[in-house]
């Protein structure tokens, strides 16, 4: 998947977070601070989920629960796309 990056990011305790677009839809993803949202890869097992940037040589981001992951992400949302964390409280 091709995803293009917007300009906006944030550092957070687990993961740098971007928001890319993919097929006319944004989302709130983790990137690679260093090679950019392109080469992130999720690995996910019964017990946690493990990013991994696969640019240059492949190293892994982080790895944390899904209930971490959701958490981290609602965060990352509410910094980079305050409308969007607005929108979810109100529904």
Known sequence: MNYF?????CRLTMFTWTCAELLDQTDVVP???THGVAGVRSVD???????IC???KPHVL??????????EREKATAKLQPD????VVAG
């Open 62 to 71: 982080n790895r944390c629960t899904l209930e971490q992951f959701e958490t």
């Open 31 to 33: 990137t690679c601070p």
């Open 45 to 51: 097992s019964a017990k946690e989920l493990m990013f």
């Open 54 to 56: 696969v640019e240059a």
């Open 5 to 9: 990056t917007l300009s906006k990011t």
């Open 84 to 87: 969007w964390a607005e929108a």
